[in-house]
């Protein structure tokens, strides 16, 4: 089997981070974790999980450029011929995590990257949004998508992604930016579950907070399983319902949000 490092950069992310590393630290053989100047209990958090595996430094706040440095030297530091990025709002249950180890020892010499799906989580971790919600188009798909395993080459650089002023990445090589090499791409049909839009810390500063009727999971559901460990006291519990208040503001805001989806669906149909 090949190895594969992870890598995370963090700040603010104390309400999921613990299930985030837990949910692939079986699987990768290092993980190369920066966090940059949480305020809350993000580095105590991690430093409770005791591994030769993680690497842990504190960078300290950053700027968007050089949040950028900090993903080039990551990707300077790997060794291995494949990285997971992991976010600290990102958990992996194990039949994907395992489905992704496979698709990866399986690839051939020219994939650069893998495809996966996302279940971004709304109101609660019982609730996630449809797939038309998603803004994301890889492999002709359009919908709650990532790349979030990729194989590390010499030639291998990061840039800011469009619009250029949120910290969000895109992986370059020789050949161009990875997620438009479709032809050395391949497509996982298995969900992480994404929380961006839940609240990730008591210091959240994400902007990316959501209040909107989701689809309530089937349920026979099978919900990550590191949600189920025991965890250390300071970890919040994951399976707490949205807050009443929360709902009824939901409610009222949904049928607006659904509306400037179609609207925006329709002229781009134009």
């Excluded at 291998?156 to 791409?185: C, H, M, S």
Aim: charged letters at 30%.
């Amino acid at each position: 089997m090949g190895q594969i490092n992870a890598h995370i950069l963090v700040k603010n992310e104390e309400n999921f981070i613990w299930f985030a590393i837990r949910s692939v630290i079986d699987y990768v053989d290092q993980m190369l974790i920066y966090d940059t100047g949480s305020q809350d209990k993000t580095v105590e958090i991690i430093k409770t999980i005791i591994s030769p595996k993680i690497n842990f430094e504190e960078k300290g706040p950053v700027n968007l450029e050089q949040y950028i440095r900090l993903r080039q030297e990551l990707i300077d530091r790997t060794k291995t011929d494949w990285f997971l990025q992991l976010d600290g709002d990102e958990v992996w249950p194990e039949d994907s995590i395992k489905s992704l180890i496979r698709l990866i020892n399986k690839a051939s010499d020219n994939v650069v990257g893998i495809v996966n799906r996302t279940r971004n989580c709304v109101g609660d971790i019982y609730h996630f949004l449809p797939e038309e919600a998603g803004d994301y188009q890889l492999l002709g798909r359009k919908g709650h998508l990532n790349i979030r395993a990729v194989r590390k080459t010499a030639d291998l650089k990061v840039k800011l992604a469009p619009p250029f002023n949120t910290y969000t990445e895109t992986y370059i090589n020789a050949k161009g930016p990875i997620p438009e090499q479709d032809g050395n791409l391949l497509f996982l049909d298995k969900y992480l579950w994404h929380m961006t839009h839940l609240c990730r810390s008591r210091f959240d500063d994400h902007g990316k907070g959501k209040l909107e009727l989701g689809i309530p999971f089937p349920p026979q559901t099978q919900y990550p399983e590191v949600f189920n460990l025991q965890r250390p006291m300071m970890v919040a519990d994951p399976w707490i319902e949205i807050k009443a208040c929360d709902w009824v503001k939901s409610v009222l805001q949904t049928p607006l949000k659904k509306l400037k989806r179609k609207l925006t669906k329709d002229e781009i149909k134009r």
